[in-house]
């Protein structure tokens, strides 16, 4: 906390993550803004000027944090930010945004009922990870973080001079130091806390600057196959030695840790049914005002919806379902008020109250790029904008769906489009599929095509095709065939006596061209 000229006890709600490129959308958003501000890449004067223009607003709209990674480096925005009222918070140079927006998220969404901050109850049902990490941290005279199976962190407790590199770095969201990783795994660490419920000693590494340890599994289930694994509890001994009784604390933790992950695990249930029944996952007939007031969002005024689908090979679904969660905080950090939700092999995004189809494409091409640097994990994206209220949001998902359906739109459109934009790539998949799923509008003397071809090797429909899709340029299809373009001209021939037509002749053309993209090759 560099500054907070209202105090420390001023409530926050909202928490909103912003890029350059966002600052004026938010500066002309009319009523509150979101309570706590991530700015993200933008400079000092940028930075200074938005809270002037945010100042000049009545003090009910402001915001009332300010996160920042160079809050320290400059006295501009320091002022700024106290003549505006604003608590300025400066974030560690190292820290990932993605990490720091995801736990200021989770500490809003705590519950703290009617406890101190101070003395959690662990058998309250409002328990969270964080005051189950500061609990432990005090029973045991060490530092707590708790992380996932992928060892990021969900919750750790306060931290003082003692901890160390690997403590730091897994807060900020980074790797701990590569050479103590591969000691851990020499030493069997990592397998030892997934396949058993016993607290693991690690002892210190003085050469790495790396402190002793415990650590424990999170489980659901007893041992066995039925057991999964939920995430691990670290304990870290300080300046001062560990109680005792540390590791009794840790298995004690582990229990009461699953039981908080599983719960989250298992929350979603009633909102995820209401959401998949706002986006027409379960048929007609639903009551969109009682969904609307169930989950807070305006029945009118327009809206966006976008999709998601993996593209390519190596179970794309199964990773972007992974990534969902990502998925869903950039969408929170794009809009507060955003609703996310993993349909199938799709996920799907609404944004109640924005409409505007260019700032969406914007956010979408960034977020889609991301994916692929970050998780190499390529997806397409569908926009359907503006969306007349939430009435209208499952015809939304619909049109989302038809062009993420066609393949050619992304050929036609790029990775993120419109129904508009891909019309025709969308309109022509949807007649190919029509015409493949009717056998009464299969064209049999294409049988017969594929019966000259298993019988002489001859390749006439695939010079068909290629000829077709080159307009008919015969010298461009024979490059593309690597045939002599005579060789070509033959088989054209062979091909208008197989099947009675004529190349030349435009309906014979188009007809043999749709045939061709929507009837199988015969086998037989």
């Known amino acids: 906390m560099v500054d907070a000229p209202a105090g420390e006890r001023v409530p926050v709600r909202s928490v909103v993550l912003v890029e350059p490129a966002d600052l004026p959308e938010h500066l002309g958003a009319d009523g509150a803004l979101p309570a706590v501000y991530l700015l993200v890449g933008v400079d000092a004067e940028a930075t200074a000027r938005w809270l002037h223009t945010v100042g000049e607003r009545d003090s009910g709209q402001r915001p009332r944090v300010l996160m920042t990674k160079g809050a320290n480096d400059s006295p501009a ?54 005051a189950l990490a500061q609990v432990v941290a005090r029973e045991t005279d060490g530092m707590v973080s708790i992380e996932d199976p992928h060892s990021h962190v969900l919750a750790y407790s306060a931290s003082d001079a003692s901890a160390d590199q690997l403590r730091i770095r897994s807060i900020l969201g980074r790797e701990g130091p590569g050479d103590y990783l591969r000691i851990l795994r020499e030493w069997g660490v990592f397998d030892r806390v997934r396949r058993s419920d016993e607290v693991v000693d690690v002892p210190e590494h003085p050469e790495l600057d790396i402190r002793r340890r415990l650590v424990v599994g999170i489980r659901r289930g007893a041992d066995g196959a039925q057991s999964r694994m939920l995430g691990t509890i670290w304990l870290q001994q300080g300046d001062r030695p560990l109680r005792p009784d540390a590791a009794q604390v840790l298995r004690g933790a582990s229990a009461v840790a699953a039981r908080i992950i599983a719960r989250g695990l298992d929350a979603p249930s009633t909102e995820a049914l209401l959401i998949r029944r706002l ?246």
């Open 77 to 130: 925005v320091r002022s700024a930010a106290h003549a505006a009222g604003i608590a300025l918070v400066h974030v560690h140079r190292h820290a990932r945004w993605d990490q720091v927006f995801a736990l200021v998220r989770r500490a809003l969404d705590r519950s703290p009922g009617q406890r101190t901050a101070d003395e959690p109850d662990l058998l309250a049902p409002d328990t969270d990870l964080f």
């Open 279 to 524: 986006f027409g996952a379960h048929g007609e007939g639903v009551d969109v005002p009682s969904v609307a007031a169930a989950l807070n969002l305006p029945v009118a005024g327009p809206a966006a919806v976008i999709g998601f689908a993996p593209v390519g090979a190596d179970d794309p679904a199964a990773r972007l379902n992974a990534s969902s969660g990502l998925l869903r905080l950039h969408a929170s950090a794009f809009r507060d008020d955003s609703v996310t939700e993993v349909i199938g092999d799709r996920v799907y995004v609404l944004l109640p109250g924005y409409h505007s189809e260019a700032g969406l494409s914007s956010w979408a091409r960034r977020l889609v790029a991301q994916l692929e640097r970050s998780r190499a994990l390529i997806v397409r994206a569908a926009i359907a904008a503006p969306v007349a209220g939430l009435t209208a949001v499952a015809g939304a998902r619909a049109e989302v769906d038809r062009v993420l359906d066609s393949p050619a739109a992304a050929t036609s459109g790029g990775r993120v489009t419109t129904l508009a934009d891909a019309r025709t790539a969308v309109l022509l998949t949807e007649i190919v599929d029509l015409i493949r799923e009717r056998p009464d509008l299969h064209d049999p003397r294409l049988r017969t095509l594929d019966e000259y071809d298993r019988t002489h090797a001859a390749e006439l429909r695939v010079s068909a095709q290629t000829y077709l899709r080159a307009h008919g340029e015969v010298s461009t299809a024979a490059a593309e065939l690597r045939v002599h373009p005579n060789t070509l001209r033959y088989r054209l021939r062979r091909v208008e006596a197989i099947l009675g037509v004529d190349l030349t002749d435009p309906a014979d053309r188009l007809l043999l061209e749709i045939q061709l993209a929507a009837v199988p090759v015969s086998l037989r």
